[in-house]
Nanobody
């Protein structure tokens, strides 16, 4: 059974920093794109950042220059999101997402359970 588990969320003041982690575990043979999404109360889930297996990255305009996504392609299968200069608008539940295969025949998207990030002013 494949799992994505996030950690690192919490409460931080405006201008502060947090580092989120997401670890994929289970019968995984390949991980393609991994990404972070977020959903604020009353809003749709939105893309924050993605990183490919080759470490190419993509960011939402709202987080460019403040957030950095990275991944460890070793057996740790872990992705990170370093969030700096946090703003109240960054408050949301952050979800880990990964496009993975368990049998080399097909890839599908998997989601983590989410971790809350709250930025207080």
């Amino acid at each position: 059974q494949v799992q994505l588990v996030e950690s690192g969320g919490g409460l931080v003041q405006v201008g502060g920093s947090l580092r989120l982690s997401c670890t994929a575990s289970g019968n995984i043979v390949s991980i393609s794109v991994m990404g972070w999404y977020r959903q604020a109360p009353g809003k749709q889930r939105e893309l924050v950042a993605t990183v490919t297996a080759g470490s190419s990255t993509n960011y939402a305009d709202s987080v460019k220059g403040r957030f950095t996504i990275s991944r460890d392609n070793s057996a740790k299968n872990t992705m990170y999101l370093q969030m700096n200069s946090l703003k109240p608008d960054d408050t949301a539940v952050y979800y880990c997402n990964a496009y993975m295969s368990t049998d080399w025949r097909a890839f599908r998207y998997y989601w983590g359970q989410g971790t809350q990030v709250t930025v207080s002013s």
